[in-house]
Structure formats: C-alpha cells, structure tokens
C-alpha cells in the first residue's frame, strides 16, 4: 500500500512540474524571448502542450482569462496539491 502511495506523490509531483513548465514556456515564447521556429523549443512547447491540456482545457471551460491572464494552471496546481494531501490524510488514517 505504500509503494502505492508513493507512486501516487511521485507522479503528482512530476505533473505538478510539468505544468510549471508548460507556464514558464509559454511566458517565454509570448515575450518572443524564444520562438518556436526552433525545432527544439517547437517539440518541447508542442510535448507539454499535449501532456498539459487534458488537465487545463476542463478548467479553462470553468474559469475564463481574467484580465488577459490563464488561471487554470495554478487552479490544477491547487487541485493536485489537495489530491495529494487527502491521499496522505486516508494514509495516515489507515495506518492509525
């Protein structure tokens, strides 16, 4: 059961990382501090694009740009971040 749960954490915590990256990239690419002509940043934008999507496009629908500025990011971090603490709450209250 607690190799469960850490598999659980450990794949939470990298999607978490993920979405901070799909973030900072998209930043980077609407500042045109890198473009996407690069092959490179092409595939790593489109990757992370792919792997966050499922994830954002649900809340998105929910939670429109405010002012120019996508919050479904940070509401899916909040999302995971409660995932994770209710796993480790029914952890630790099965283990009592």
């Known amino acids: 059961m607690y190799a469960l749960f850490q598999l659980n954490d450990t794949v939470i915590q990298i999607y978490t990382w993920i979405i901070i990256l799909y973030v ?6 609407a500042f045109n501090v890198i473009n ?15 792997l966050t999507d499922p994830v954002l ?16 990011p940070v509401v ?3 999302l995971l ?3 994770r ?3 480790i ?3 630790a209250r099965s283990v009592m």
């Open 76 to 78: 899916a971090i909040l």
């Open 24 to 29: 900072i990239l998209s930043w980077l690419i």
């Open 57 to 72: 496009k649900p809340i998105r629908r929910i939670i429109p740009a405010v002012g120019g500025f996508d919050l479904s």
């Open 36 to 50: 996407t002509r690069n092959r490179f940043v092409y595939m790593v934008a489109d990757a992370l694009f792919r």
């Open 81 to 83: 971040f409660f995932i």
């Open 85 to 87: 603490n209710l796993i």
């Open 89 to 91: 709450v029914d952890i």
